[in-house]
C-alpha cells in the first residue's frame, strides 16, 4: 500500500474550506482553484462513483477528472490517504472511496486562527496560513528575528511532523523579559522537550553570544501549554539591539 505524500496532498486544498481534495466531485471556483465535494454538495447524497456527478451544483464548473496530480493514486485501489484530522490526532490511512464515510464519524476539534477570524481542524489552519500568513507558518525548525528596541507579540504556527502547535512569542522592553508559550492542537501524546537557542550579534556577524535552554521533560498532548522565560539581563547582555531565537521541540520516541 502506498501513501499519497505531503507534497502532493497539502498543494491540493479546496479553495472554499482549505481540506484536501479527497472528496468527490471536485469542481473548479470560477475566481480559480478547486472545490471539495463536500462544499459542492454540502449535506446532500454523494455520488456513487468517482465521476457520476448529480444536481444542481450552481455556478462551479464540474472536471471530467479529478487533478491529474491526484488522479493516479484516488484511481488506484492500494493508495492511502491520511484523514484531514490527522493533526488531532486520528492516524487512519483510507482509500479515496471510504474517506468521506469516515470523517462523517471522525472526532475533531476546530481551532481558531490568532490573527484572524478563520476557524478550522490543523489541516484546514496550514492551508489558511500558506495563503493569508505565510511569515508565520513553520514546517521548520522556526527561527525568530526579534528587535530588542520595542515590544513584540506574535503567534506562529508550527509543524513538527503530524504534530500543531501555536507558538506565542513576547518581549516586553522595560524588563528585557522574553516568553515564548506553546499551545499543542492535538496529536497523539508523546514525551519531549523544546530547545530555544538564542544567539546575540554584536557588531558584525562573526561576533555573537548564543545561549541554549532546555525544558524539562514534557508531555505533549492536546491543549497542553508550555513556557520558557528568560531575561536578556540575566545573561548580562542589556546592550544589545536584537535576538536570534532557534526554537525546536523535540520528541521522545
Sequence with gaps: ?????????????????????????????PEGGNVCGRCLYGKKSPPSSLFEYEGDLNFYTILDLIPLSLLGYASYAKSLFP????????SKLLPFSSIRNHEI?????????????FEGVGSQLIQHFKTGHKRYLSSDDPIFILNLDNDVCETYLYRAKNMLFLVKVQYVKDITQFEFDTLCLGSLIKTGKIRLV??????????????????????ISKNNSFNLT???????????????????????E
Aim: hydrophobic share 35%; with cysteine; net charge positive.
Design 1 to 29: 500500500m502506498r501513501v499519497v505524500p505531503d507534497t502532493i496532498l497539502e498543494n491540493l486544498t479546496c479553495k472554499m474550506c482549505c481540506k484536501y481534495l479527497t472528496v468527490s466531485p471536485i469542481g473548479v471556483h
Design 105 to 117: 464519524t471522525c472526532i475533531y476539534t476546530k481551532y481558531k486562527c490568532p490573527l484572524c477570524q
Design 198 to 219: 538564542f544567539t546575540i550579534p554584536f557588531g558584525g556577524i562573526s561576533t555573537f553570544e548564543e545561549y541554549v535552554l532546555v525544558s524539562d521533560q514534557l508531555l
Design 83 to 90: 484523514c484531514v484530522n490527522r493533526f488531532e490526532g486520528c
Design 230 to 252: 528568560f531575561k536578556i539581563n540575566d545573561f548580562h547582555l542589556s546592550e544589545a539591539k536584537k535576538i536570534v531565537c532557534n526554537y525546536k521541540i523535540i520528541c521522545i
